[in-house]
T-cell receptor, first 107, second 123 residues
Framework: DIQMTQSPSSLSASVGDRVTITCRASQTIAKHLNWYQQRPGKGPDLLIY???NLHRGVPSRFSGSGSGTDFTLTISSLQPEDFATYYC?????????FGQGTRLEIK | QVQLQESGPGLVKPSQTLSLTCTVSGDSISSGDHYWAWIRQPPGKGLEWMGY???????YYNPSLKSRVSISVDTSKNQFSLKVNSVTAADTAVYFCARNVWDSGSGSYQDYWGQGILITVSS
């Protein structure tokens, strides 16, 4: 099984900050990596697919990079609505495993 | 606008079968353009992809759940359903249905999700 490890597990930041979240796969997954945002009580929203492709309607302050085993999600300038939990997901295996999540909180 | 809505009983007894339905609007399951998935999230925990189905009835399951899970489709009602057999307290979770895109170049991802339904397994 492929394990997905996100870091950090939680993060405090301020509006306007640049934030980076990392996701590491236990084996190579090429570019088969997606990022989601989940607000409390809601279903996740797709942000990035295939490592760096911005889903339609997602603000350009979100960006993704990486390939192989190491990936990053960057938010260039945090907005109030960005405080949420972020998950990565691999789609290389038949399990489509998610990372454990990164909770982004207001400092 | 694509919308998905989960429905089903909120409480299931241990050892029984959990049954949920997802109703899709704004897209047609029978178009064959997408797969249709179930994902769950135990309270306060992370996400687990359970499986998906194609309009033809072809299914793909998470190997860790394959022995207890089945997904079916009713194209006439534009719905798909989930069954989990022999449930225990560990199956208590919010269950989400989602539209699943599969592309040979971009891989697979879920682009529209329902709001989720909390299912509690308890006697």
């Amino acid at each position: 099984d492929i394990q997905m490890t996100q870091s950090p597990s939680s993060l405090s930041a301020s509006v306007g900050d640049r934030v980076t979240i990392t996701c590491r796969a236990s084996q190579t997954i090429a570019k088969h990596l997606n990022w989601y945002q989940q607000r409390p009580g809601k279903g996740p929203d797709l942000l990035i697919y295939a490592a760096y492709n911005l889903h339609r309607g997602v603000p350009s302050r979100f960006s993704g990079s990486g390939s192989g085993t190491d990936f990053t999600l960057t938010i260039s300038s945090l907005q109030p609505e960005d405080f949420a939990t972020y998950y990565c997901q691999e789609s290389y295996s038949t399990s489509y495993t998610f990372g454990q999540g990164t909770r982004l909180e207001i400092k | 606008q694509v919308q998905l809505q989960e429905s089903g009983p909120g409480l299931v007894k241990p050892s029984q079968t959990l049954s949920l339905t997802c109703t899709v609007s704004g897209d047609s399951i029978s178009s064959g353009d997408h797969y249709w998935a179930w994902i769950r999230q135990p309270p306060g925990k992370g996400l687990e992809w359970m499986g998906y189905i194609y309009y033809s009835g072809n299914t793909y399951y998470n190997p860790s759940l394959k022995s207890r899970v089945s997904i079916s489709v009713d194209t006439s009602k534009n719905q798909f359903s989930l069954k989990v057999n022999s449930v225990t307290a560990a199956d208590t979770a919010v269950y989400f249905c989602a539209r699943n895109v599969w592309d040979s170049g971009s891989g697979s991802y879920q682009d529209y999700w329902g709001q989720g339904i909390l299912i509690t397994v308890s006697s």
